[in-house]
């Protein structure tokens, strides 16, 4: 009876909930499928600019001679394009480009009095002069800046010379982004710069030391790379990032901006076609390949299309998928049974039942349902993973995976086109991998980070920062460059981030990237909560190379066996129920064989040499047996790649903002960290 009651109740409650009301939910029975959720797009808080305070400053600092403006209560645009501000906009613009699209107020290290007096160099002086512009873009949406350190604040770096890429960004954000709560550290206060900007907070964030703070009505965050725990060789310390932060802070003065409206809402970024397609399926957001989210944390249901954008690959199919737990991957280190690096071998993950083989090639890696990764197994801090740590980012493959010969087990790498999703500006340094395209758009403020592209041919293509693209535009071929050549599989690791109360933090691109392929082929795709394990991929699959024509592969895969049970998926290979069948007396030698200083140890030692110049000669440069397998400290399992220190505690867990460099002869890929990208 009070079961009753409680369903009567919420009936009643639905019957009388108002169109705009949410909807209470009821309890479903578990028998019944949960019909997709729909897509959304995101939600922001316009910043609501304070320029009068910015007038009033200003008029503090001009010369006598400036004469003074009437107070305005929204924005005098005839007074703010003739007054101290167009003065400013204008002696600035020199070293910081349309500084004057800027929303918001914008904050550099320049001297205000200077350049309201004429100089047209930015006129720093202090510290400021030690802070040297790489990045600046203004839009309507705030402010990017990225800067490179000279002088005194660099030696506020230990063995500066030695550090990757120890750059400070500061952004200004006319709107933020609301997002779930972050998977972090407690903010802390900054008791150097409490007396100077009063309200200001620290946080460590997806491996960044950020000092954000209001002014103007306006949120801005400075920020530094760093390692929070034991100084390594390569990344900066957070203590020494600290330091240089603060002395950026105390060097801020107004540079520029002009007020504009801000839209209150997001733009409308979900279009999808009516007509469905024929074979696009996806698993929901959030659904991970089984076990393979950190520490048993699944993925996050995130429904949100953050912004409307052109697919990054050129042309279709496409498939989005884990690059780790798939054919040919390493598993992420969490382990692998009787793996050997041979073609066609099979092998599985140690965290399910997933059968799987030593073959790129291999259909399975190039088929739908899509699948989520971006809270797949890593060691990168990611704030919105439910462990914390995650993947950053989505992994696409290119329809095409060309062989270089019947013997190969990887795709050749550089033959499908990336290109810019938006229309932005492009943020990346010289010999590095990592591209960003940064947006700047009413109500939108993102960017984009495209992975594992060639340095080489970035650079040779002159994309780097500063340069304007167009959506559509090519900007690279998609590889398998992992810090080194070769470092992982075929395909292209693709990003989004937003900007918070904290600074910029990866979201999920899944559900963007569904809406943009969606829009790519024409049609709507359909979501499959329920995907049925499929069976085990066939050794001798696929070894030529898969047909480049999009039109080849768009035609449904046919009906495949039912899965095999479990018992089966862990079925002992052939070579290894053999083993298990030998005599008594075959165990005791080939115990014998592993005790030091025996013959048969000498034996053994040239039968493993033998059999690894047989190998070699059918499959060039594969690596050692198990027990003794070099793994890539690099995403997609290059097994052929040394590693170093592995499992050493406190491994490096980074976020490669700006990119990895080219490592100098002679580098180990080991030197990165821990895990893959």
Known sequence: MRLLLVVAAQIAALCTAGAQDRVPEIAVPAATAAAPLEMTRPRIDAARVDWDAVRSELTGLSDKDTPEHPPSGGGN?????????????????????????????VLLPVDTVALLRGSTTAAPSGDAIYFKPHFFMAGPSGYDAVFNLEGPVASEI??????????????????????????AEPLKPSPDLQQVIPGIRRRWLESYSRYSFERYGVTYTVSMRCTDGKPRGRWVACRDADRV????????????????????????????????????????????????GFRGNGGRSDYTVYARIRFPL????????????????????????????????????KVNDKPLVFDESVSENRSYPWRDNFCEHRRFFVSQCPGGEGHQGQDIRPVTCKLRNAGADRCQPFLDDVVAVRDGMIMRLPRRESLYLLVNAPGEHIRFRYLHLSPAMLDADGMTSGRPVQEGEVIGKAGNFDRIPNGTSYHLHFEVQVPSRDGWVFVSPYATLITAYE???????????????????SPTADNTAQPASPAASNTPAPDRKPAPPLASARRMPQHVKKAGAESA?????????????????????????????VRDAEVPTIAAPERKTRISDRSGGDDRKPRRAA??????????????????????????RNNIQ
């Open 314 to 349: 050129a042309q279709a199919p496409a498939y989005a998928n884990s690059q780790a737990f798939m054919n040919w991957g390493n598993c992420d280190f969490t382990g692998r049974t009787k793996f050997r690096p041979v073609k066609g071998a099979a092998y599985r993950c």
């Open 585 to 613: 007396k075959a165990k005791e030698a080939g115990a014998a064989r592993k005790r030091p200083g025996t013959k048969n140890a000498k034996e053994a030692k040239r039968e493993k040499a033998s059999r690894h110049a």
């Open 647 to 672: 499992n050493r505690a406190g491994a490096d867990r980074g976020v490669r903002e700006m990119g990895d460099p080219v490592p100098p002869t002679g580098a180990g890929a080991g030197d990165i």
């Open 519 to 537: 829009r790519l082929i024409g049609g709507r795709g359909t979501e499959v909560p329920d995907i049925a394990p499929p069976p085990p991929p």
């Open 245 to 292: 932060i603060v002395r950026f802070i105390k060097s801020l003065q107004l540079a520029g901006g002009m007020p504009r409206d801000i839209p209150p809402v997001a733009p409308e970024t979900v279009e999808r076609p009516i007509t469905p397609s024929p074979d696009f399926t996806y698993a929901p957001p959030g659904r991970l390949l089984p076990n393979t």
């Open 77 to 105: 645009a005839t007074h703010d394009a003739n007054g101290p501000l167009a003065k400013l906009n204008m002696a600035a613009a020199a070293t910081y480009k349309d500084i004057e699209k800027s929303a918001v107020p």
């Open 158 to 183: 230990a063995n500066f010379e030695r550090k990757e890429d120890p750059i400070l960004q500061i952004s200004g954000f006319a709107m933020t982004y609301d997002l779930p709560p972050p998977a």
